[in-house]
């Protein structure tokens, strides 16, 4: 079986959480069995993200207008690795590449699967142009595929206003690798960003309206002085809040509790998650969080707003999911950093949690299953079955 992987970024800097599931996907695909190809664009590619995905191949086309994602076309390539792929996987939506592939996908006459993940509403910035892409390309990308993947249920109702219905969609969760984020020298990591010795609560994401790094800053300073030995720390590349995030901060007099820290990846972003006592994931919308996954494999809780797309986490606690309110997050902090010990216990069951339901090796069976039917359907058999091979 030949699957090529399709998404704008495989940085995730860049590219976020689609970034991250395609990468890892991609891995753990590769790793059991398929033969697995990603195309992207070589924007903050480097060798050893590369090399770390193999088996798995990478083909990446030069950027041409980088802050659209806008790639410069070869045909050529895109051809070749559409013509030789047996199902093609479509990431993410609103993106040049997907709309370049999706026209070879056609004119091959291949079967192809879309995953948005949480990025059909017209949401954020650049809803004009959203709305031309969908009007000349989208639409017909999401209604034409052989097979629809939601990351979460909650993106029924948005499938659902390009004419998909939620009987045709296969829901595959956000997956996380637990050997991308062993124990790091977290001691060097405080130094480091000059961090104090005192009890973290963490935001890992972008400095953007919709991760609501915001709502936190604000809930967080109306109950400071219920938390006085407590520190923010916001780990993420600053898309064009930090500046209105710092004048928070001072408005509410906790300037020195509160460290932005830029982007963090690799062993400092798995130091960040087992320094903090808690991340809190604030989104306005999300499909499903990566980062709650990525903290609950080091043993770090999780507190998530009712936008993020996870509200397995209420099987733990319902105290774990809040609002995406200022008091909804406020009281939602009282109450979890009110017993340090209930704390610790809430830590290690959603570390099991996570490592039960979530764990990429698990997972990369069901795509296995969804590309064997879409095959078979096809009238071929000669597909491959995943191995027993694990990381």
């Known amino acids: 079986m030949h699957v090529l992987n399709v998404n704008f970024s495989l940085d995730s800097r860049l590219g976020g959480g ?48 980088k802050r659209y994602y806008v790639p410069r076309l070869d045909w050529q ?22 709309a ?7 004119l091959a006459g291949k079967p192809y699967v879309v995953c948005p993940a949480g990025a059909l509403p017209l949401f954020g910035r650049s809803a004009l142009l959203k709305r031309f892409y969908n009007l000349i390309v989208g639409k017909a990308i999401i209604r034409n595929a052989t097979a629809w993947i939601a990351v979460t249920a909650s993106e029924f109702p948005q499938f659902s206003t390009y004419g998909i219905d939620q009987s045709q969609i296969q829901v595959i969760a956000n997956g996380v690798a637990e050997d991308s984020f062993l124990l790091s020298d977290i001691h060097a990591f405080r130094k480091n960003y000059m ?15 919709i991760k609501g790094p915001d709502l936190l800053l604000e809930a967080f300073g109306s109950v400071k002085d219920h938390l006085p030995s407590w520190h923010l720390v916001l780990a993420g590349p600053d898309e064009g809040m930090q500046q209105q995030l710092l004048s928070i901060a001072a408005r509410l007099e906790i300037s020195d509790r509160v460290h932005f820290l830029g982007f963090v990846g690799g062993q400092a972003k798995a130091a960040a998650y087992h320094l903090a006592k808690l991340l809190v994931v604030p989104s306005r919308q999300e499909a499903m969080s990566i980062v709650a996954l990525e903290a609950g494999i080091c043993g770090t809780p999780v507190m998530v707003s009712d936008q993020c797309g996870f509200g397995e986490v209420c099987e733990i606690d319902p105290n774990l999911e809040t609002p995406a309110t200022i008091s909804g997050l406020a009281e939602g902090l009282l109450y979890l950093t009110a017993d340090l010990d209930r704390l610790d216990r809430l830590a290690s069951e959603f570390k099991d949690f996570v490592a039960r339901r979530y764990a990429w090796s698990s997972l990369v069976v069901s795509y296995f299953d969804l590309y064997k039917g879409i095959l078979a359907l096809s009238g071929r058999n000669d597909f491959c079955e995943p191995s027993d091979r694990r990381v």
Not at 82 to 88: E, G, K, L, N
Not at 201 to 209: D, P, S, V
């Open 100 to 106: 370049f592939v999706y026209i070879a996908v056609r």
């Open 18 to 65: 689609t970034a991250e599931r395609t990468f890892q996907m991609s891995r753990y695909l590769a790793m059991t069995g398929a033969q697995c190809t990603v195309l992207t664009i070589d924007s903050g590619l480097d060798s050893e993200r590369i090399a770390s995905l193999a088996p798995a191949k990478v083909f990446a086309l030069k950027p041409l207008w």
């Open 77 to 98: 390539l895109i051809r070749r690795l559409v013509d030789q792929a047996d199902v093609i996987h479509l990431m993410g939506h609103w993106s040049v590449i997907n």
């Open 195 to 209: 961090l104090p010795d005192a009890p973290v609560i963490l935001f890992m994401g972008r400095l953007n309206l």
